[in-house]
């Protein structure tokens, strides 16, 4: 194999992908499908459904394997390491299997530019393929739009940062905005919520999309609670969210 396709298919819609992400996977020899568990299959059904509408005889080329699973006795950042050195040898067993391909497409949820390993998955390859990157709508993006709103405000910065950094560190000193990704355990209730506002979202672009906003000190318990809620109802749940402290301009 000489190529390795990096598709963004975006946050649920099967339309966020690009008229670039369909063509990209219309030329690839191979799609290559994670399955996370029966408790997430609508993830990789979600996948099935963009290749159907993206490409013709897509499901002949669609190759489906079983994601490991990280260990979560170890610390973070080891059983991570460890992890993807898994997945980086399922994939080269996997595009072994096929030595006629010479080229594969991966559909990575959101962008993979955002909280996503699959580049850093993919450089453990050996050889080494050719990476092409076909970037998709992020979930911030997804976020800010379902809730009308600007990333930034008006000349100030924005801060991208996960749940487990928000609860071991509080709020980013001289921050206006902070985006908050990869979040189990609504570590927004961590922190103080004088004057802070939040706009949380799950499922976004898609039929079950959930939304919340308003002062984090009214907001929190709503969210907390709808959120366990979907959760146990779907068995799985992505969500993001954006802090800002109130009476910055906007």
Not at 60 to 76: N, Q, S
Request: aromatic content about 6%; some cysteine; proline content about 7%.
């Amino acid at each position: 194999m000489t190529e390795l396709l990096l598709v963004g298919i975006g946050t649920g819609n099967p339309d966020h992908i690009t008229l670039e992400g369909r063509k990209a996977l219309q030329g690839a020899d191979l799609i290559l499908i994670p399955r996370k568990g029966p408790e997430k299959s609508d993830l990789a059904e979600l996948r099935r459904r963009i290749v159907l509408q993206s490409v013709r005889d897509g499901m002949d080329r669609v190759v489906e394997f079983d994601l490991p699973v990280r260990d979560p006795d170890l610390p973070y950042l080891e059983a991570v390491e460890r992890w993807h050195d898994a997945i980086a040898e399922l994939w080269a067993v996997t595009l072994a299997a096929h030595p006629d391909a010479h080229s594969a497409a991966l559909l990575v949820w959101g962008d993979p530019s955002l909280y996503d390993s699959t580049l850093r998955i993919a450089a453990r390859l050996d050889p080494t393929p050719k990476v092409r990157v076909i970037p998709g709508i992020t979930a911030l993006q997804a976020l800010t739009a379902a809730h009308a709103i600007p990333l930034n405000t008006l000349a100030g910065s924005v801060e991208i940062t996960t749940g487990r950094r928000l609860r071991d560190t509080g709020w980013p000193d001289g921050a206006e905005t902070v985006a908050v990704m990869l979040d189990g355990a609504c570590a927004f209730e961590t922190l103080d919520p004088d004057g802070l506002q939040i706009w949380w979202g799950a499922y976004l672009g898609m039929d079950e999309q959930i939304l919340s906003a308003g002062p984090l000190e009214e907001a929190a318990p709503h969210i907390m609670r709808i959120r366990a809620e979907a959760r146990d109802r779907h068995g799985w749940i992505m969500d993001t969210y954006l802090l800002r402290r109130t009476g910055v301009p906007g």
